[in-house]
Structure formats: C-alpha cells, structure tokens
C-alpha cells in the first residue's frame, strides 16, 4: 500500500506560479512511477505530467509543456509539479498518482491515488 497527500495548491492570478507537492508513505517510494493529474469541474480527470522512479524520463500534456516540471526527491518521498504561467485554464483539483508501472501512471488506471488539492487561477 502507498498513501499520498498532496498540498500547495491554493488562489493565484494569472501568470503566477505554484508548487505542489505529494508527500509519499508506505513501500519504497523509489520503485514507482509518479504522475500528476488534475479534474475541472464537469471534466474528466486529465493527465498533466509523470515522472519514473529515478526522475530520468519525465512526460507531459501538450497543454502543459514548457510551463510546468515535474520532479522527485526519492530521499524525501515526495514528488513535486512546478507550475509557472498559470492559466485561468488550469483550475482544478489536482491529484497525485502511483504505480510500478510508467505506462500506466499516465493514465487513470494509476494504482494509488491522493485525496487532490485545489489550485485556482485568477483573471
């Protein structure tokens, strides 16, 4: 079992930035694949960006590139999701994600999942 927990989430305006973190307990964090999603209301949960278990291959959502970056710290079990030039667009709940697997952690088969965090972009 791996339990997650999000934060950082929070208001911004537009052009800002925010740092969300997911904070990691359970089996060795270092053997899974992480992955950031996020749902609008009314919209599905979409993928936004997954990294795998050493942080050497990191993946994103075309709408996402060059504007956020995801990372990990495995000595501190927590994997990160920097978010500059925020967009009204990007309001959502955002979510962490887990699994052994880089192919699925980009999708919402993802094993294990947090509770989310809201991040809310001002115009």
């Known amino acids: 079992q791996v339990q997650l927990i999000e934060s950082g989430g929070g208001l911004v305006q537009a052009g800002g930035s925010l740092r969300l973190s997911c904070a990691a307990s359970?089996?060795?964090?270092?053997?899974?694949?992480m992955g950031w999603f996020r749902q609008a209301p009314g919209k599905e949960r979409e993928f936004v960006a997954a990294?795998?278990?050493?942080?050497?291959?990191?993946y994103y959502a075309d709408s996402v590139k060059g504007r956020f970056t995801i990372s990990r710290d495995n000595a501190k079990n927590t994997v990160y999701l920097q978010m500059n030039s925020l967009k009204p667009e990007d309001t959502a709940v955002y979510y962490c994600?887990?699994?052994?697997?880089?192919?699925?952690?980009?999708?919402?088969?993802?094993?294990?999942w947090g509770q989310g965090t809201q991040v809310t972009v001002s115009s």
């Open positions: 990294i795998n278990w050493s942080g050497g291959s990191t």
């Open positions: 359970g089996r060795p964090f270092s053997s899974y694949a």
């Open positions: 994600a887990a699994d052994g697997s880089e192919r699925v952690v980009v999708t919402t088969e993802a094993k294990y």
